[in-house]
């Protein structure tokens, strides 16, 4: 229903940043709610954070909260993942997914339209 592709995803430093982008086709991107999600080898895909469908709300992870920020740019059908003060424990592929918004928060298994990952990795 959504294509989605993610990018900006690299190596840094531990204590460094990263912006990833998620980019969007679609002239109904305004009706999607967006969320990031991440998976480190040998584990599961964890909810990372989401944005409703103007921005003007946004969900986080405890783990993420005081480092990552996800906002969006509906008039060029992007959504961001600004992450700062990187730990090596943040490494991992890097997924943006949509979703109908039909309540908030929303919970992973609302999100059903991916994309195919960026790879970030944190060196210590």
């Known amino acids: 229903q959504v294509q989605l592709v993610e990018s900006g995803g690299g190596l840094v430093q531990a204590g460094g940043s990263l912006r990833l982008s998620c980019a969007a086709s679609?002239?109904?991107?305004?009706?999607?709610?967006v969320g990031w999600f991440r998976q480190a080898p040998g584990k599961e895909r964890d909810f990372v954070a989401s944005?409703?469908?103007?921005?003007?709300?946004?969900y986080y992870v405890d783990s993420v909260k005081d480092r990552f920020t996800i906002s969006r740019d509906n008039a060029v059908n992007t959504v961001y993942l600004q992450m700062n003060s990187l730990k090596p424990e943040d490494t991992a592929v890097y997924y943006c997914?949509?979703?109908?918004?039909?309540?908030?928060?929303?919970?992973?298994?609302?999100?059903?339209?991916w994309g195919q990952g960026t790879q970030v990795t944190v060196s210590s």
């Open positions: 944005i409703s469908r103007l921005g003007r709300m946004t």
């Open positions: 679609g002239r109904t991107f305004v009706n999607y709610a």
């Open positions: 997914a949509a979703a109908i918004q039909t309540r908030w928060p929303l919970g992973p298994t609302d999100f059903g339209s």
